[in-house]
Each structure stands twice: as C-alpha cells, then as structure tokens.
C-alpha cells in the first residue's frame, strides 16, 4: 500500500526526520507530489540500494562523477579517484586538519551562544577541505557565502536559482584550476587537486568537465554535509552531558568513530539519493514501473524500529552492521574515510577545549526543513 502525500502533507517545508517517522510504520513505499517514489523502510533501502541492474544512478541530465554512473563505467571512475581516500591517502592530512580545527576552536568566544553550524560546522568544513585539496586561504569566505546560499537555493525550490547557485560554483572551481594548469603539466605542483589533474580513466586524462564534476562532488556536496553533520553531532552531545563525559574521558579513535556514526544514523542529515527503474520494479507490495523516479530515504531507513528498535537508542556496536549513513553497496560514499577523520578531529578538539558544552536556552535550535536534514541552527555556550 503507498501514500500519497497530498499538497497540505507534502515534504516542501517539513522537518523529513519526524514526517518520515509518521509515515514509515504504515507505508513503506510513498509517492510525493512530485511522482516520485520514496522508499521508507531499512530492507527495501538495502534492496534497491543493492539492485543497481534495476535502481540506475544515472538519474541526471547533467555530469555526475562518479555518482551518476552506472557499471563498468561507475567501476572505472571509482577505482581512478578512490585512490584519494584511501587511509594512506589521508594519513598525511590528519595533523592539517587537527590544525584548522583547534586554531577555530580557539576563536570562538565562551559564555555567550556560538552557532555549531554556521559558526562551527561551515568555517570547519571550508578550512579542512582546502586544506585537503590545497585551496588557497583567500577563498574561504566565498566558499562559506555559497554553503548559505546553496542551502537558501535548495529550501527554496527554485530551479533556476538552485542553477545560478550550481554554475557559480563551477566558475569557482575553474578559477582554482587555472593556475594550476602549467604547473600541473609540468609536476611542479602536487596538491590533491593538481593530482586529480592529472588523473587518467582508461587509459586517458579527465576531461575539464570530468574535473570540474569531480571537485564539485568532492567540495559542493561535502562542505553542506559536513557543516550538518557537525551541527547534528554538537546537538547531541549538548543534550547528552554523559556521552560527552564519556568521549572526554579519552576513548580510542575507534571508539569515537563508532559514537559518530551511531549519532549520524539517529538523526541522519543525508535524507535520500535518487534513482531511476530500469524495468517495472515490484518491491515492499508496490508495484512502480519503468522509467520511475525513486528516492532512497537514507534518514528514515536509519530510524526503522524494525531494524533498530528504538531508533533514538544509542547503541554503535549493535547498530553498526545495519547503519546506513553513508549507503551500501556499489555506490556507497567513497569519503567516508575522509568525513569520518574530519568529524572526529572536529569533536576532539572542540571537547579538549572545553569543559562544557550546553544549548543556549534563549536561542531554541531549529531543526533544517525539506530537503536538507540535520539542524538549521543551534546555538550553544562553551565553557
């Protein structure tokens, strides 16, 4: 049986963790007012997750790499850039990013309410990203001014804005990549992104388009993501006095790994990707044909009392075979890795800096509408 949400239920302007809470003990597949298919339940996520000849990810009309890729293709681009993200990879970055996150948690003013997203989260996410591409310095404030605009752009629901947002940071990228270009031709220079400049798939250099994709997934994508992971993670521990005592009391890299991930699936910020059925599709009871937009809703997979239990129960050892935060199969993130080191570096030394993290009670957080997750805003008071 599906859902249909209808104009005064639909998703536009909704918190998407507590509407999918509602729908998912009832529906497991629902239709939006956009037609398209939502996936809701833990099992059917996974199946059409790992159903690729079926769910395709080439769902855009625009370039997508790798992530709009299917098969031999997909293949092919994943294993040239998955080389960026592997644990030697990002070894040398660490204590870069230990740097970035210590010299911002030192600039913020205690006793009176810090914003953990745009404070917090996106000056973080600029500054380890630049740090990790080389970027030069000069560019943060643009980069911080286009998260707030992007995010503006995709509450909005204006196509031709979120375009606008889209091809500024395509311009963006391209004046990064410019200089690079005689340098990179002659190996003189060996950042991550002259790097990826030289990157070949088969046999042949990446195209400027193929770059430009790539650093756009890599930048665009993640910046948004790791500033509301960061503003989710704050939450948490601002509402959860024991887990930060617990995580100041010197747990292991592991450990922390573990506690963040648990949390991330609790209150999942990634709310879905999409899809498009390669053939008629039966699954959860409902039959979707060809041709069909489907969406994976990763947040409320990730909250499935079928799978979970109590999805608000922290528990990472259970919980961490069916965790879905960064998706399974083919097309699961390749900077897990990557997110995953910047986070933790971001709590610890946030946490060693202080020795209380509390909510602000004059400014109540706002949870993030429709289609973002995560907060908009929480305002906290370091001690």
Known sequence: MTDHMPDDL???GRDMRAYTDELRPRHGVARNVDGEWVLLRHELVVQAALSDDRFSSAVSSHLHV???MDSAEHTAYREALDRFLTPEALAPFREKFRRVAADLVASLPRG???????????????????AWLGWPADLEDRLVD???????????????????????????????????RGAARDDDTDDVTAQLMRTEVNGRPLTD?????????????DLGSIAQCVGVLVHYLATHPAVQDRLRSGVSDAEIDAIINEILRIDDPFLSNRRVTTCPVRIGGVEIPQGARVKLNWT?????????????????????????????????????????????????????ATSSIVLEPQQPAERAVSPVGGWAKVAVVLA
């Open 112 to 130: 009176v309410a810090v914003d953990a997203v745009s404070q917090v989260g996106v000056r973080f996410a600029v500054r380890a990203q630049s």
């Open 300 to 352: 409320s997979a990730n909250r499935d009392e079928a799978a979970f239990g109590d999805p608000d129960a922290l528990d990472p050892e259970r919980n961490a075979d069916r965790n879905l935060v960064y998706g399974i199969g083919k097309h699961a993130c390749p900077g897990r890795l990557l997110a995953t080191m910047e986070m933790r570096i971001a709590l610890q030394e946030l946490l060693a």
């Open 146 to 180: 286009w998260v707030a605009e992007n995010h503006a752009a995709t509450r909005s629901g204006d196509r031709s804005w979120t375009q606008r947002v889209a091809e500024s940071f395509d311009d963006l990228i391209r004046s990064v990549l410019e200089p690079r």
């Open 66 to 68: 790798p992530n709009g």
């Open 10 to 12: 639909s998703a536009a």
């Open 209 to 221: 388009a193929e770059i430009v994709s790539v650093l756009r997934n890599w930048t665009g994508g």
